[in-house]
């Protein structure tokens, strides 16, 4: 086992039990993963430095980057409609947003959550990379503490230490729900609760390659911005390309997919229905379930967390199924993980 400093890693030993429940420790799920077991001593001088948390953002720069995340994307959106009423539209940058929604979205369902948060499968290194990119173009935080933060949901899920729950610490009544989802929504990400969890990832921690694609995320939400804004503006040949291409296909696309994201944590915790008992609140939400990619079937989730599969019926759409079981199909995606019908049977709930 690795030895974490005490101060940080407070919670070791259920975090071990709790790793071992939403994800697999015999995975790894890159090709140059290191082995993390309890007779292993000789991780790399820089997994050691990384495991103080130091490579990563420390509180007060991840709480700017929280403030930034959240207000920069609504006035791009602002700036957007004032040009759009003045007759500045183009339609390669709605295309542009329809497509980075899509490729982003998939970095952070597939790439942070399906892949390094839980190990529902496994990938070669350059793919997982790939994913690990497309998710840091989200703006949704480094993967090392986006990851870190959902683990700890799963461990402590609507209950007091959960750090999204629309639930915990709100009593009944309309004006507690309404304040206990917006804290699940969004109000969490300004939290002291929203970091410090690095107890949850030394899997991560370990692992040079994602420290270094970590440590470089302010450079992929920048590529997320001029990527679209490049492309629009080769398309028109026009500077005004360049700038509607960054409004839409850049801050306009994160507005939305933080908020479809942010919807997991509020919407999929309060509406919808549920099929299988799970110790908390989470909920199948058809409309999350397609604007999210999967990620709606919220429920099937908490349920078994370490399936690559969320939409566990056939119609419940999970577009980020499909690519994982496309990846595999090519030979890109191994060591998939999926429920066995004797689980899902002895979890399914009698009562709706
Ligand atoms: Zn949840
Ligand atoms: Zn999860």
Redesign the pocket.
Same mark, same amino acid.
């Given at each position: 086992m690795l030895e974490l400093a005490p101060n940080r890693f407070a919670f070791c030993e259920i975090t071990e039990k709790i790793l071992r429940d939403l994800t697999d420790d015999s995975v790894a799920v890159l090709d140059d993963e290191p082995s993390i077991d309890s007779s292993d001593s000789g991780e790399s001088s820089e997994s050691n430095d990384s495991r103080t948390g130091e490579s990563v953002l420390s509180r007060k720069e991840m709480h700017l980057a929280m403030l930034a995340a959240v207000a920069l994307p609504p006035i791009g959106i602002a700036v957007a409609m004032v040009l759009l009423w003045g007759g500045w539209f183009g339609w390669s940058s709605l295309i542009a947003m329809v497509v980075m929604y899509i490729l982003t979205g998939l970095g952070v369902t597939i790439g942070y959550h399906r892949l390094f948060a839980h190990k529902a499968f496994a990938t070669p290194t350059p793919i997982g990379v790939f994913f690990m990119i497309l998710g840091g173009m989200s703006a949704q935080g480094p993967l090392v503490w986006w990851v870190a933060t959902h683990r700890r949901?799963?461990h402590f899920? +609507?209950h007091e230490m959960d750090p999204h729950s629309p639930h915990a610490g709100f009593s009944n009544g309309i004006i507690m729900r309404t304040v206990g989802f917006l804290h699940a929504h969004i109000g969490w990400l300004f939290t002291s609760t929203a970091d410090n969890n690095y107890e949850y990832v030394p899997d991560l921690l370990a692992n040079p390659t994602v420290m270094r694609i970590n440590r470089l995320f302010p450079l992929w939400v920048a590529l997320g911005l001029a990527i679209p804004g490049i492309v629009c503006g080769i398309i028109t040949m026009s500077w005004m390309g360049v700038v509607l291409g960054v409004l839409w296909g850049g801050l306009a696309r994160m507005f939305l997919l933080h908020h479809a994201t942010w919807s997991?944590?509020s919407v999929?915790?309060v509406w919808g229905w549920r099929d299988y008992r799970s110790d +908390?609140h989470?909920r199948n939400n058809p409309v999350m379930g397609v604007l999210s990619f999967g990620e709606g079937w919220?429920n099937n989730?908490?349920a078994f967390p370490t399936s690559a599969r969320h939409g566990l019926k056939w119609w419940q759409l999970d577009i980020s199924w499909i690519v994982i079981r496309s990846l595999q199909s090519i030979g890109l995606a191994s060591k998939v993980r999926l429920p066995t019908q004797e689980r899902m049977a002895a979890r399914r709930r009698i009562a709706p």
């Open positions: 949901h799963h899920s +609507d997991i944590n999929c915790h +908390d989470s919220h989730h908490h």
